[in-house]
């Protein structure tokens, strides 16, 4: 596989209100940073609720859509993409099941969390979903291309 190849694959990742506010920026980010994933776009963003709506749009008719947006807008969020060889799917791995009561330990939730509702991370579900939240997140031009010398070594 070419480290070319592994460029196309981006995931849109993100640190929810509650993982800002508990001091846990860094220890997310270098669990992608050590697997070998490229940063390739971060902000610190306050989304609105209306922003928050269009975010979870699939979750619309769920009980808990409302409760959720209102979460999610309520403080700052750390926004990122982060790019690599199969990121959309390792990235899920990494961050562990949607309920903490569920994940494993060694994941980011199952270390991290314990509740549903205070998950502390988002992460793309797939490569549609992927490409919609970035497009979503992010303009162009937030989305930077540099080499990573770790190219050589890692994809
Ligand atoms: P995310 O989109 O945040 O990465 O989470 P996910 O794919 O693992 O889970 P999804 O089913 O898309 O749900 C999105 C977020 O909604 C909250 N949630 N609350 N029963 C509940 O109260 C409930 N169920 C889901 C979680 O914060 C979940 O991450």
């Avoid at 979460?71 to 961050?95: C, D, H, N, T």
């Amino acid at each position: 596989p070419s480290a070319e190849a592994a460029e196309l694959e981006r995931t849109f990742i993100a640190i929810k209100p509650d993982g800002v506010q508990r001091g846990l920026i860094s220890e997310i980010v270098s669990r992608f940073e050590r697997k070998g994933y490229k940063l390739v776009a971060i902000k610190l963003v306050v989304p609105s609720k209306q922003f928050a709506e269009q975010h979870y749009e699939d979750l619309k008719e769920r009980p808990f859509f409302n409760g959720l947006c209102e979460f999610l807008s309520s403080g700052p969020v750390l926004a990122m993409v982060w790019e690599g060889q199969g990121v959309i799917k390792y990235g899920r791995k990494l961050i562990g099941a949607t309920d903490p009561q569920n994940s494993e330990p060694g994941t980011i939730r199952g270390d991290l969390a314990i509740i549903v509702g205070r998950n502390i991370i988002h992460g793309s579900d797939g490569p549609e979903t992927a490409k919609n939240e970035i497009n979503l997140w992010f303009k162009p031009e937030e989305l930077v291309n540099y080499a990573h010398n770790s190219e050589k070594w890692l994809y």
